[in-house]
């Protein structure tokens, strides 16, 4: 029994609410199918958007993009391109210690001590775009090769 789903008309209705902008599930109350099926034929039309980083406010009100992963990916290779290794020893400066209460975005969350100790707080510096720790807490936390070796050992 051939399924008459897609006639050339909601075809055309498909493309058409596409072209305008409307989302998978607006499209499919507007033609009377499914949001899989408008999704489906969507990908069989090989019509797709551009990808755009969702906004959401942070507490100050501004605008920042979620947290996107490629992005994140491309900014930790470029940090890991532009600087020497950093020795597993060697000491970064956080001259900015915080508290729990007074860590936000603006803040690196690399944890300094271990919780529940007097001494316990986060590193406070200014983190990198995007991520949550500051650039030396960064290449100690995204090391190059870290998924590999733990897969291995």
Same mark, same amino acid.
């Given at each position: 029994?051939?399924?008459?789903?897609?006639?050339?008309?909601?075809?055309e209705?498909?493309?058409?609410?596409?072209?305008?902008?409307?989302?998978?599930?607006?499209?499919?109350?507007?033609?009377?199918?499914?949001?899989?099926?408008?999704?489906g034929?969507?990908?069989?039309?090989?019509?797709?958007r551009?990808?755009?980083?969702?906004?959401?406010?942070?507490? =100050? !009100?501004? %605008? #920042?993009?979620?947290?996107? *992963?490629?992005?994140?990916? &491309?900014?930790? /290779?470029?940090?890991?391109?532009?600087?020497?290794?950093?020795?597993?020893?060697q000491?970064?400066?956080?001259?900015?210690?915080?508290?729990?209460?007074?860590?936000?975005?603006?803040?690196?969350?690399?944890?300094?001590?271990?919780?529940?100790?007097?001494?316990?707080?986060?590193?406070?510096?200014?983190?990198?775009?995007?991520?949550?720790?500051? =650039? !030396?807490? %960064? #290449?100690?936390?995204y090391? *190059?090769?870290?998924?590999? &070796?733990?897969? /291995?050992?």
């Amino acid at each position: 029994m051939p399924d008459n789903t897609w006639t050339i008309e909601r075809v055309e209705l498909l493309k058409t609410h596409f072209a305008a902008g409307l989302s998978c599930r607006e499209i499919a109350c507007e033609i009377g199918v499914s949001r899989n099926a408008v999704i489906g034929k969507l990908s069989r039309l090989n019509l797709t958007r551009e990808k755009t980083i969702k906004m959401r406010r942070d507490d =100050a !009100g501004k %605008s #920042r993009p979620k947290s996107v *992963p490629r992005l994140q990916y &491309r900014l930790l /290779r470029k940090l890991f391109s532009e600087a020497e290794p950093v020795e597993t020893e060697q000491t970064i400066h956080s001259e900015q210690h915080c508290s729990l209460l007074e860590l936000s975005e603006e803040r690196c969350r690399w944890p300094i001590s271990n919780p529940g100790e007097k001494d316990f707080c986060f590193c406070g510096n200014r983190p990198l775009e995007g991520l949550p720790y500051c =650039a !030396g807490h %960064s #290449r100690l936390a995204y090391q *190059p090769g870290s998924r590999q &070796r733990a897969a /291995r050992g």
